[in-house]
């Protein structure tokens, strides 16, 4: 590959100069651009998720039925469910990525700059989608983000419209993907092979393959959904010789993977952080990427844990049992390295190391739960109790949101310019930190004595812990709104201009360019040397 | 060599083929787990079930006594059966020593209500069983089922224990 070619096909597409105004982000092909742009919407579908889950803290506040009918309870957690995942979490981890891998790996770009854009404008339509479906006769979908048949083939409109939404979402995801790893393995600086990439780079190529095989999965299991609502087909009406236990086979084929798909990511970004922050390389880069690996190739064969209660021959509930125990293996060596990257190094607490280190904590607590939940008998017990909504908020919200917070203020210096104010970060971290176990710990409890999930109503002895819950989660989202108005305060300048390596131990390569970054870097790929010294990060020189 | 761009648009092909196969898998699944269900014996979903209350779903159970050399194996795990129809159900006995046995096979069901329901013509339940050594034999159970079916009932299993007769 010669840097002369590279340069060529860079100019045709993006070297003019970037247009003003909404232009801007509608045309936008730069990958900084496409970031911000994946960013904001990822945070504005946050809030609408969050408003939803308080819509749901709010009923559950007290038992009775308070605020809402049964059916729009339903709607609400079903739509909080799907914007959390499509919506927030997983646009915001492609736009992490967008924005930093150019940056990481030495590339001038992404591969394909006008796909980004689109895969980021189809975003808005499928939200808009799922909004909409709330306001059409019958309702929005409530039957769970999970979908399942019969409910979901016998329910309204607004089932379609989310299937639409889907569908688009599924699209945008695989175009993401395609460009992800055709930038990772195409466009690194000279120098940079595949076992000296930053994690970051790792997690985000193996997670994008993940997407490739898995979201055309689901896509396909909403197709059949659509074709048995509307065109007479049978793959899951019993009536007509097909079977809804299909479906959540389908489902779960997709649906386990993606649950990687939203912690893999954050495995990267605790990757990168905590050895900046403890001034040691990280400890057993190699042995983080074959776990990488490993959990990845795992994920395919452990759907069957989600359906332990659904019957299953005895021989089937010990294989998926057994592999699931399985993945702790990789994930238990990633929380030993992190830990030993910490081990005697020269820790400083800044915001995003706290949130990394908070992120290996709390993940830890909900990867421990899971393992209790692997266990066939005990599931049987468990499935559908606020035990398994404690345990995926442990690593959902601890897991992938924690993550994407100590991202953001980790590299907000170098989007913006200008460095965050510390105390303000280290606030919105311990406030998260306590509301969100205030919120979610009881939620242990609730399920051990049997409190099921998805319901507006409850049996008068769970009360006292549904308050507390109910309380804590206002309060974390009122912390959120005060992370806003951080951002902003960042933006418009925040406690000064930062410099191009604001943190002590950054040795990647995005702290080579200016902060913030300009629009168009590495146009040139890095030199041998500046790569060079970008490998110190992970000892692989 | 060839430009970036192409390599670049290369890998984007094949990456979208793999993503166009892997739609096609998630129909695939559709006929690969009915032909699971069939090998492996797993009960599914029937539109028998829905079409009609007035069906009662009969589950078969065999069990064998600690001791007794033989085995049974109920060749049609769960049956539909319809009101006023009959109900044919097969298993198969096997000897697995090398001596002839003597066994009677005793029936049960649960759940009593069930009793009325169902009135049995013929089963292998009713006499002796004399199996030489390694025979294997199909027998049968014909039920037949009430006019009519109480719609709340749902199902009924029928279970044969194997016991040696004291010779
Ligand atoms: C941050 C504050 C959050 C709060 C207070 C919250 C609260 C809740 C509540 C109360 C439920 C309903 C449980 C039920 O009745 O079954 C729920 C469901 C759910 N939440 Fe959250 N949640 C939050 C964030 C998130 C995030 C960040 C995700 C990320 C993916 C997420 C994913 C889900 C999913 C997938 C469901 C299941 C929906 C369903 O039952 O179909 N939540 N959440
Ligand atoms: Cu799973």
Same mark, same amino acid.
């Given at each position: 590959?010669?840097?002369?070619?590279?340069?060529?096909?860079?100019?045709?597409?993006?070297?003019?100069?970037?247009?003003?105004?909404?232009?801007?982000?509608?045309?936008?092909?730069?990958?900084?651009?496409?970031?911000?742009?994946?960013?904001?919407?990822?945070?504005?579908?946050?809030?609408?998720?969050?408003?939803?889950?308080?819509?749901?803290?709010?009923?559950?506040?007290?038992?009775?039925?308070?605020?809402?009918?049964?059916?729009?309870?339903?709607?609400?957690?079903?739509?909080?469910?799907?914007?959390?995942?499509?919506?927030?979490?997983?646009?915001?981890?492609?736009?992490?990525?967008?924005?930093?891998?150019?940056?990481?790996?030495?590339?001038?770009?992404?591969?394909?700059?006008?796909?980004?854009?689109?895969?980021?404008?189809?975003?808005?339509?499928?939200?808009?989608?799922?909004?909409?479906?709330?306001?059409?006769?019958?309702?929005?979908?409530?039957?769970?983000?999970?979908?399942?048949?019969?409910?979901?083939?016998?329910?309204?409109?607004?089932?379609?419209?989310?299937?639409?939404?889907?569908?688009?979402?599924?699209?945008?995801?695989?175009?993401?993907?395609?460009?992800?790893?055709?930038?990772?393995?195409?466009?690194?600086?000279?120098?940079?092979?595949?076992?000296?990439?930053?994690?970051?780079?790792?997690?985000?190529?193996?997670?994008?393959?993940?997407?490739?095989?898995?979201?055309?999965?689901?896509?396909?299991?909403?197709?059949?959904?659509?074709?048995?609502?509307?065109?007479?087909?049978?793959?899951?009406?019993?009536?007509?010789?097909?079977?809804?236990?299909?479906?959540?086979?389908?489902?779960?084929?997709?649906?386990?993977?993606?649950?990687?798909?939203?912690?893999?990511?954050?495995?990267?970004?605790?990757?990168?952080?905590?050895?900046?922050?403890?001034?040691?390389?990280?400890?057993?880069?190699?042995?983080?990427?074959?776990?990488?690996?490993?959990?990845?190739?795992?994920?395919?064969?452990?759907?069957?844990?989600?359906?332990?209660?659904?019957?299953?021959?005895?021989?089937?509930?010990?294989?998926?049992?057994?592999?699931?125990?399985?993945?702790?293996?990789?994930?238990?060596?990633?929380?030993?390295?992190?830990?030993?990257?910490?081990?005697?190094?020269?820790?400083?607490?800044?915001?995003?190391?706290?949130?990394?280190?908070?992120?290996?904590?709390?993940?830890?607590?909900?990867?421990?739960?899971?393992?209790?939940?692997?266990?066939?008998?005990?599931?049987?017990?468990?499935?559908?109790?606020?035990?398994?909504?404690?345990?995926?908020?442990?690593?959902?919200?601890?897991?992938?949101?924690?993550?994407?917070?100590?991202?953001?203020?980790?590299?907000?210096?170098?989007?913006?310019?200008?460095?965050?104010?510390?105390?303000?970060?280290?606030?919105?971290?311990?406030?998260?930190?306590?509301?969100?176990?205030?919120?979610?710990?009881?939620?242990?409890?609730?399920?051990?004595?049997?409190?099921?999930?998805?319901?507006?109503?409850?049996?008068?002895?769970?009360?006292?812990?549904?308050?507390?819950?109910?309380?804590?989660?206002?309060?974390?989202?009122?912390?959120?709104?005060?992370?806003?108005?951080?951002?902003?305060?960042?933006?418009?300048?925040?406690?000064?201009?930062?410099?191009?390596?604001?943190?002590?131990?950054?040795?990647?390569?995005?702290?080579?360019?200016?902060?913030?970054?300009?629009?168009?870097?590495?146009?040139?790929?890095?030199?041998?040397?500046?790569?060079?010294?970008?490998?110190?990060?992970?000892?692989?020189? | 060599?060839?430009?970036?761009?192409?390599?670049?648009?290369?890998?984007?092909?094949?990456?979208?083929?793999?993503?166009?196969?892997?739609?096609?898998?998630?129909?695939?699944?559709?006929?690969?787990?009915?032909?699971?269900?069939?090998?492996?014996?797993?009960?599914?979903?029937?539109?028998?079930?829905?079409?009609?209350?007035?069906?009662?779903?009969?589950?078969?159970?065999?069990?064998?006594?600690?001791?007794?050399?033989?085995?049974?194996?109920?060749?049609?795990?769960?049956?539909?059966?319809?009101?006023?129809?009959?109900?044919?159900?097969?298993?198969?006995?096997?000897?697995?020593?090398?001596?002839?046995?003597? %066994?009677? *096979?005793?029936?049960?069901? !649960?759940?009593?209500? $069930? /009793?009325? &329901?169902?009135?049995? +013509?013929?089963?292998?339940?009713?006499?002796?069983?004399?199996?030489?050594?390694?025979?294997?034999?199909?027998?049968?159970?014909?039920? %037949?089922? *009430?006019?009519?079916?109480? !719609?709340?009932?749902? $199902? /009924?299993? &029928?279970?044969?224990? +194997?016991?040696?007769?004291?010779?």
């Amino acid at each position: 590959m010669s840097s002369d070619t590279l340069h060529h096909t860079d100019h045709g597409l993006a070297t003019h100069h970037p247009q003003g105004g909404w232009q801007r982000w509608l045309y936008a092909t730069n990958h900084k651009d496409i970031g911000t742009l994946y960013l904001w919407f990822a945070f504005v579908m946050f809030i609408t998720g969050g408003v939803m889950a308080l819509g749901i803290r709010a009923e559950l506040f007290q038992p009775g039925l308070q605020y809402w009918q049964p059916e729009f309870f339903n709607q609400l957690t079903t739509l909080h469910g799907i914007i959390m995942v499509f919506g927030a979490i997983m646009p915001a981890f492609t736009g992490l990525a967008n924005w930093m891998l150019p940056l990481m790996i030495g590339a001038p770009d992404m591969a394909f700059a006008r796909m980004n854009n689109w895969s980021f404008w189809l975003l808005p339509p499928a939200a808009a989608l799922l909004i909409i479906s709330l306001f059409v006769p019958g309702g929005a979908a409530g039957g769970g983000w999970t979908l399942y048949p019969p409910l979901s083939i016998q329910s309204g409109m607004g089932m379609d419209l989310a299937i639409f939404s889907i569908h688009l979402l599924g699209l945008s995801s695989i175009m993401g993907s395609i460009n992800i790893i055709t930038t990772v393995l195409n466009m690194r600086a000279p120098g940079m092979t595949l076992l000296k990439m930053p994690l970051f780079a790792w997690t985000s190529l193996v997670t994008a393959y993940l997407l490739i095989a898995v979201a055309p999965v689901l896509a396909g299991a909403v197709t059949m959904l659509l074709t048995d609502r509307h065109f007479d087909t049978h793959f899951f009406k019993a009536a007509g010789g097909g079977d809804p236990v299909l479906f959540q086979h389908i489902f779960w084929f997709f649906g386990h993977p993606e649950v990687y798909i939203m912690a893999l990511p954050a495995f990267g970004i605790v990757s990168q952080i905590i050895p900046v922050f403890s001034r040691k390389p990280l400890f057993g880069y190699v042995s983080m990427v074959y776990a990488t690996c490993s959990i990845a190739i795992l994920s395919f064969m452990v759907w069957g844990h989600h359906m332990f209660a659904v019957g299953m021959p005895a021989t089937a509930q010990l294989f998926f049992m057994f592999l699931t125990m399985l993945i702790a293996v990789p994930t238990g060596v990633k929380v030993f390295n992190w830990i030993a990257t910490m081990w005697q190094g020269s820790l400083t607490f800044e915001t995003p190391m706290l949130f990394a280190i908070g992120f290996v904590c709390l993940f830890t607590v909900g990867g421990f739960s899971g393992l209790i939940l692997s266990i066939a008998p005990v599931d049987t017990q468990m499935h559908d109790t606020y035990y398994v909504v404690a345990h995926f908020h442990y690593v959902l919200v601890a897991g992938a949101l924690f993550s994407l917070f100590a991202a953001v203020y980790y590299w907000l210096p170098k989007w913006t310019g200008y460095m965050y104010h510390e105390g303000r970060g280290k606030f919105h971290f311990w406030w998260s930190m306590i509301w969100f176990n205030v919120t979610f710990f009881p939620m242990h409890f609730l399920g051990l004595a049997g409190m099921p999930r998805r319901i507006p109503d409850y049996a008068l002895q769970f009360t006292d812990f549904n308050a507390i819950a109910s309380v804590g989660a206002f309060c974390f989202g009122l912390g959120q709104i005060f992370f806003f108005f951080n951002v902003i305060h960042t933006i418009r300048g925040g406690v000064g201009p930062a410099p191009s390596s604001p943190w002590e131990g950054g040795n990647t390569l995005e702290w080579e360019v200016p902060s913030p970054a300009p629009h168009h870097t590495w146009e040139t790929p890095p030199d041998l040397a500046t790569v060079q010294r970008g490998l110190r990060a992970q000892a692989v020189e | 060599m060839t430009s970036l761009a192409q390599r670049n648009q290369k890998m984007a092909i094949k990456l979208a083929v793999i993503a166009l196969l892997m739609f096609g898998f998630g129909y695939a699944l559709s006929p690969l787990y009915v032909a699971f269900c069939k090998a492996l014996g797993i009960d599914q979903a029937q539109a028998s079930i829905t079409q009609s209350s007035a069906a009662l779903r009969l589950e078969f159970d065999t069990n064998v006594a600690s001791g007794v050399a033989a085995t049974i194996q109920a060749l049609d795990t769960v049956q539909m059966a319809q009101a006023g129809g009959i109900v044919k159900t097969r298993f198969l006995l096997a000897n697995t020593s090398d001596q002839p046995l003597k %066994l009677r *096979a005793i029936p049960s069901f !649960a759940p009593v209500r $069930a /009793a009325g &329901l169902l009135q049995k +013509l013929e089963c292998f339940c009713f006499d002796e069983l004399v199996l030489q050594a390694n025979e294997r034999r199909e027998v049968t159970v014909v039920l %037949l089922v *009430a006019d009519q079916l109480p !719609a709340e009932m749902g $199902a /009924a299993t &029928l279970s044969y224990s +194997l016991q040696a007769v004291a010779q």
